[in-house]
Structures are given as C-alpha cells and as structure tokens.
C-alpha cells in the first residue's frame, strides 16, 4: 500500500491553476490513500479544498486539522464542519472523529490534530503572539491566563481522543501510523534546525499528546509507533524510544510538497 503524505499545504496560498497542478502530481503516483496533517486552508475554505481533493483522487483523504485551519472561526464550528464532511463524503476522514483505521495486515493508523498545549516551554514568561490568539474565536480577545486554560483543554480534548483511538487497537497490532498537526514532544518541535525554544515552545508542542504516545507504546514493545506532525514549517527525525518515533515535516507557503511513504518502509 502505497501512502501520499502532506501537511502544512496552506493551499488557499495557491492559485487556482497551481492547486490543480498540485493535485495532478499526486495523481502521477498514483496513492491507495492520503495523508494530510492539517493546515489545510482556514475556516471559510478547507471544506472546498478538501472536496475538490476527494473529487479530484477518488482515494481515501485520512486527514486532521491544523490551527490555520480555524482561522477566521471557532473551533466548534469547524470541527463541526469537518465531522459532517466525513459523514456526507466517501473518501474523507476526519481522523479526529474515526475510530482507527486499518491499512494492513496488522497496520493501523490513529491521529488527531493536537494543540500547543502550554506545558512545554516557559508559558508565564512567553511574550509569543500568534495570528492564532487574533483569528480564532475562542483564542482572541481574553486574558494570558484563559488563553492558557483554553489551551490546555484543548490538548486534553486531543490527547484523550488519541488515547481512546489507540486502545481500541489490537494488541496484535505490529505498526501504528500516528497523525498530528501539532508536535507531540519537545525534541520533535523543530525550528530553524534546532529544537523550538522555551518561548515558543508552550504554542509549538504537546505535552499530552506526547504522554499519551509514551504511555501507549510503553504498552506495545513490540509495536512500532510512527508518527507524522508538522506545524512549525521545519523538518526533523528524532527516536523517542527503540519503538517511537517521530517525524516533523516541512513546509513552505505557497508551496506546498507531499511524500511518497510505503507501509512496509
């Protein structure tokens, strides 16, 4: 089974004869399914995106949002909007909404979006702004402090669907694919080719999607856990444990890439 792999695609960046030309590569190669880690368009927009897509391949969209993606919304509203895509379309899943999925024998993938939740890095001391705290309803216009909180119930939202998603998995499972937008671990929150610093950090990653992953795969020794994030624009490859490992992918606007991935690689 052969996998076309994407994150950060921004494709409201592109215009309308460059995303054609986008979707025509992924066409050349002929994928069994997509993977797509968010970052998709924003709120007014990654629903026509992801329907075009879907129309356009005709093959499985296992896909999760990104922060962008809530851009000019709420959250409730376009977690709404994905929940019904995957119920009206056939080829698109909202991995958020989904119990796992199974590519192969013995091979499942698993995944959610995922936020900063604040518990990496140096939050109180952050003077961090993003056009996220201005753009997306529940996040604009509070205090430090219910930004934090907001945040942080956000990332509990996220991690406890992973951990419910992991296990219904069976135990026989030999290969768990994970989907995230977000960075699940501080050595996997790359910038610049160096781990995010403690300013940035508390936006960047997540604490509880990484212990959630951690608690998991501890379980499973003789499971491999891979797993797929992005968010920060720059790439990195780091081994958690002998059985987790992490792979942060990147991106550049207005031009967006994807990856070929073969399950038994």
């Not at 950090?201 to 797993?227: I, Q, Y």
């Not at 992490?246 to 399950?263: C, D, H, I, Q």
Request: negative net charge; charged residues 25%; glycine residues 8%.
């Amino acid at each position: 089974m052969k996998l076309a792999y994407m994150t950060d695609v921004h494709l409201n960046f592109l215009k309308a004869e460059a995303f054609a030309d986008y979707l025509e590569s992924i066409k050349e190669v002929n994928p069994d399914g997509i993977l797509l880690g968010g970052d998709i368009g924003q709120a007014n927009s990654f629903e026509f995106f992801l329907k075009t897509m879907a129309f356009d391949l005709k093959a499985p969209i296992w896909f999760v949002l990104g922060n962008h993606d809530y851009y000019h919304g709420s959250i409730q509203e376009v977690e709404n909007k994905a929940r019904e895509l995957s119920k009206e379309n056939e080829f698109l899943f909202w991995l958020d909404s989904c119990a796992p999925i199974k590519l192969g024998h013995n091979i499942y993938l698993a995944g959610c979006g995922g936020w900063g939740d604040t518990l990496l890095g140096d939050f109180k001391n952050s003077s961090v702004l993003l056009n996220d705290h201005i753009y997306i309803d529940e996040l604009s216009e509070i205090s430090r402090e219910k930004l934090g909180v907001t945040l942080r119930g956000e990332g509990l939202k996220a991690a406890n669907k992973l951990r419910d998603q992991l296990e219904q998995i069976p135990q026989n499972a030999e290969k768990i694919y994970v989907l995230h937008h977000v960075p699940p671990f501080r050595e996997s929150c790359w910038h610049a080719g160096k781990i995010s610093d403690n300013h940035w950090l508390p936006f960047f990653a997540s604490k509880l999607l990484g212990d959630a992953l951690l608690e998991e795969s501890m379980k499973r020794e003789h499971c491999t856990f891979k797993v797929y994030c992005g968010h920060t624009h720059s790439g990195g490859n780091v081994s958690i444990s002998d059985n987790l490992h992490v792979r942060t992918t990147p991106a550049k606007y207005g031009n967006p890439r994807f990856y070929v991935l073969n399950l038994e690689e």
